[in-house]
């Protein structure tokens, strides 16, 4: 339906269709786009429409590729997944659905096989290697419950 836009904005569109075909995108990363290529805002509003029509955008899609790739190659926590999604515009129930869907046999056994393994590269004190375990993997965003419990293992 590209035929609703003049020449000079089927350019901008066809920019922001491959934008989006290259990886998948959320509706704050396409505005933010759109920005920086000096739209007006009523013919952002009208891309955005033919992108979601046309599924170019799609913000379910984003959040579940999203999820499974920081989870697998970033091993992120769940908390980190949340605070990143919430701050690209993502709407908490969407969150909530593909964090949920999260099986939690998977989950901890990449916290499992992360922490091990993080564990062996610790140097220092006893203290300084706890220290340090803590503060990485709360910044990944894992539950406190899961770092503590695995924290017994250093000594």
Same mark, same amino acid.
């Given at each position: 339906m590209l035929t609703n836009? /003049? #020449?000079?904005?089927?350019? &901008?569109? %066809?920019k922001i269709q491959s934008y989006c075909l290259y990886q998948d995108r959320c509706l704050k990363e396409v505005k933010k786009k759109l920005n920086t290529l000096n739209t007006e805002k009523d013919l952002q509003l009208k891309i955005i429409n033919y992108l979601v029509d046309s599924d170019y955008l799609n913000e379910e899609r984003f959040t579940k590729f999203f999820i499974q790739g920081k989870l697998r190659i970033k091993k992120w926590g769940? *908390?980190?997944l949340k605070y990143e999604l919430k701050s690209r515009g993502i709407d908490s &129930?969407? &969150?909530?659905? $593909? &964090? +949920?869907? *999260?099986? %939690?046999? #998977?989950?901890? /056994? $990449?916290? #499992? %096989? =992360?922490?091990? +393994?993080? !564990?062996n590269f610790l140097k220092g004190t006893i203290d300084q290697k706890k220290r340090s375990f !803590?503060? =990485?993997?709360?910044?990944?965003?894992? %539950? +406190?419950?899961? *770092?503590?419990?695995?924290?017994n293992e250093i000594n």
């Open positions: 836009f /003049s #020449e000079q904005d089927k350019v &901008i569109v %066809e769940k *908390i980190k &129930i969407t &969150i909530d659905k $593909y &964090i +949920n869907d *999260i099986s %939690e046999h #998977e989950y901890l /056994s $990449y916290f #499992e %096989e =992360y922490s091990t +393994n993080k !564990i !803590i503060n =990485y993997f709360m910044y990944r965003g894992w %539950e +406190n419950n899961l *770092i503590y419990k695995k924290l």
